[in-house]
């Protein structure tokens, strides 16, 4: 019962100024565990990152108050944990009774009650992965959502060796595989780069690790759950196609002489500095001066007035392998070319390992989407609400131009513009949209990085 249990509450932190509440995404921790300070409880997913909770407090872990999934407010309690006064008190009061002995059964994670639902249901990759390694997924134990075995709780238990030891059937892994590979396509990474500019995830991308249900017979549809990062994400476009009228345009761009310069200067630079010298951050740098120009860019609209901002912080859409994340440059005018291409460097690194933190994601004025790494020449951007424009840099292609009616093979780019046709029209978007093309094509062998 409740009133038994002794404790203290944990609380859902207040992680940022605009967080209201959050999500528990996964309880890392389970009712009975010794608890040490800031050791991570669970994780937390706000509408812009996920993060790790800390525990506050060192003690026993004797109840979850929020299901895996469910949301809590800021300061709603999410667990109590017992601390080691409160549990000699209590030991005394109770004859020596040990704390975890209180805990009624309606107490033990929820994690047990979805066992019979989630818990039997395996997605096609831990199909496959078992029966590639000759195991039974009745010998493991599922650490996801509802007891669910993950892909990881498989590689660890092949990594523990009980895998050879299990003795299972050949024939039980033959069923496996089918059942993994019906209705499933599994493509081949490809074997040659995503493009030869800029910059791009990686030469040979992995799969991305999601978890699909699969259908063991026919060529059915098959099921993706929904994580809660990307129904935000799901919601916050929705809420921006809705309320923004989105208007767009595109204007291409000769930047021959940006390809020769950082042809020029990316191994000095990737030598002075340990990073690459991509062409994002020259793009930034047109971008941000362009916008000094035309400062009605960088507004926000506010029902009866628009908002100009006086500070130019870029958000720079960054994809990882499930979703797109958007961290900021603060202060983006106040840096130099290698003073955004470290800031470029840092939060694409860190937004691809998880690791961006809540102010990390907010104040963004502007924001680039560098849709070229992955070989778009062409692209309709969705407003990062509420923002009044957003630019996506496509792929530097070789083309055919005539210049002073003569044929000469250049290096080309398109930059696509959508804007916010409240606050923005083409007239003023056209003169923006010129003024980074003459910034981009000014850049020449004289132009200096610091």
């Given amino acids: 019962m409740k009133e038994n249990i002794k404790g203290t509450e944990v609380t859902v932190p207040h992680l940022a100024e605009s967080l209201v509440s959050a999500t528990v995404g996964k309880w890392l921790k389970q ?5 040490e300070q800031y050791d991570v409880l669970c994780e937390l997913i706000t509408d812009k ?7 506050p407090i060192e003690g026993r872990l004797v109840r979850l108050l929020v299901d895996d999934g469910a949301t809590a407010a800021v300061g709603e309690a999410i667990c109590i944990i017992e601390e080691p006064q409160q549990a000699a008190a209590g030991a005394a009061g109770h004859g020596g009774q040990q704390p975890e002995q209180l805990l009624s059964t309606s107490s033990r994670p929820s994690a047990e ?3 019979t639902g989630m818990g039997s249901r395996f997605s096609p990759a831990v199909l496959k992965l078992a029966a590639e390694n000759g195991i039974s997924l009745s010998d493991i134990q599922g650490t996801g959502l509802g007891g669910r075995i993950t892909r990881k709780d498989v590689e660890a238990f092949v990594a523990s060796g009980t895998a050879a030891r299990s003795g299972w059937s050949k024939q039980a892994a033959n069923a496996n595989m089918a059942a993994a590979t019906a209705g499933v ?4 990474p490809p074997k040659v780069s995503v493009r030869s500019t800029g910059i791009h995830l990686s030469e040979t991308p992995p799969l991305a690790k999601i978890e699909v249900e699969g259908h063991p017979e026919g ?7 929904v994580t809660p990062i990307r129904n935000t994400i799901a919601s916050r476009m929705r809420q921006s196609v809705t309320e923004i009228p989105h208007a767009w345009t595109m204007i291409e761009v000769d930047v021959t002489n940006l390809v020769l310069l950082r042809s020029k200067l990316k191994d000095e630079f990737m030598k002075q500095e340990g990073i690459n010298l991509t062409y994002l951050a020259f793009l930034l740098k047109a971008v941000v001066s362009a916008i000094k120009d035309y400062p009605i860019m960088n507004s926000v609209w506010a029902v009866d007035k628009i908002i100009v901002k006086r500070d130019i912080n870029i958000s720079l859409a960054v994809g990882t392998e499930d979703f797109v994340v958007t961290p900021v440059i603060k202060k983006a005018d106040q840096k130099n070319i290698a003073g955004l291409a470290r800031e470029i460097d840092d939060l694409t690194r860190r937004g691809r390992a998880g690791k961006l933190s809540l102010s990390d994601l907010e104040g963004g004025t502007f924001t680039v989407n560098n849709t070229g790494s992955f070989g778009s020449i062409l ?3 969705i407003i990062n609400y509420p923002q009044a424009a957003i630019l996506t840099f496509e792929s530097i292609v070789k083309k055919p131009v005539v ?3 003569m044929i000469a093979v250049r290096s080309m780019v398109n930059l696509c513009l959508s804007l916010d046709h409240r606050i923005l029209d083409g007239v003023i978007c056209g003169r923006f949209l010129q003024r980074v093309k003459e910034n981009l094509e000014g850049f020449n062998q004289d132009t200096k990085l610091y």
């Fill in 31 to 35: 009712p009975g565990d010794y608890i």
């Fill in 49 to 55: 990152v996920t993060v790790e909770m800390p525990s």
């Fill in 113 to 115: 009650a979805g066992n």
């Fill in 185 to 188: 396509f599994i493509p081949e």
């Fill in 219 to 225: 060529r059915g549809e098959y099921l993706i759950d």
């Fill in 379 to 381: 692209s309709y951007p």
């Fill in 403 to 405: 210049i002073q009616d």
